[in-house]
């Protein structure tokens, strides 16, 4: 059974740091593109960011570009994503996501919940 | 990038069929076969119910359709069924290698 588990999520100060991780387990994880896509509070879904296969390429949305870092450890088959300078706005519930046929995903996490606020 | 357009809220009765658009440019939507639907009930994770245009995944049910015409996508739901009552997004790869979504449509059977 495919299974991912985020955690990391919390309450941070704005311009803080936060460190999600995404725990991949029922499948060769090396073997997926990976996604975090967030959703902030009765809101729709936004894509934050993706990594290939290796770690060696990445693509981010511009409103994170500069302050999230998504990476992967594929000895842990774990998903990673380095949160800095928070705002207000990034205030949503993370998920992690399976790549599927390149640009969709098959299996998402649960998802864990981030709060920027003082 | 701009979220993809689609309108906040379609209804319909059982047994019908519903059509949710899904706009964006051809820098996305219009120029690459990389659009993908999902379904998300309310306080769960999203569940992809077509990808790449038209294409089902294993165990979705063969009501839900995808097409694209230009920059416009659509999935089409037929035999409406009280449980697809839900969010449904749409995404589209994009000419920056990113993804976008859609703002949302919100389903409703009455």
């Known amino acids: 059974e495919v299974l991912l588990v985020e955690s990391g999520g919390g309450l941070v100060q704005p311009g803080g740091s936060l460190r999600l991780s995404c725990a991949a387990s029922g499948f060769t994880f090396s073997s997926y593109w990976m996604h975090w896509v967030r959703q902030a509070p009765g809101k729709g879904l936004v894509w934050v960011s993706r990594i290939n296969l290796d770690g060696s390429s990445t693509n981010s949305a511009d409103s994170v570009k500069g302050r999230f870092t998504i990476s992967r450890d594929n000895a842990k088959n774990t998903l990673y994503l380095q949160m800095n300078s928070l705002r207000a706005g990034d205030t949503a519930v993370y998920y992690c996501?399976?790549?599927?046929?390149?640009?969709?995903?098959?299996?998402w996490g649960q998802g864990t919940l981030v709060t920027v606020s003082s | 990038q701009s979220a993809l357009t689609q309108p906040a809220s379609v209804s319909g009765s059982p047994g019908q069929s519903i059509t949710i658009s899904c706009t964006g440019t051809s820098s996305d939507v219009g120029g690459y076969d990389y659009v993908s639907w999902y379904q998300q009930l309310p306080g769960k994770a999203p569940k992809l119910m077509i990808y790449?245009?038209?294409n089902r995944p294993s165990g979705v049910s063969n009501r839900f359709s995808g097409s694209k015409s230009g920059n416009t996508a659509s999935l089409t739901i037929s035999g409406l069924q009280a449980e697809d009552e839900a969010y449904y997004y749409c995404s589209s790869f994009t000419s920056s290698s990113t993804l976008v979504f859609g703002g949302g449509t919100k389903l409703t059977v009455l």
């Open positions: 996501a399976r790549g599927f046929y390149g640009s969709s995903s098959d299996y």
């Open positions: 790449e245009v038209n």
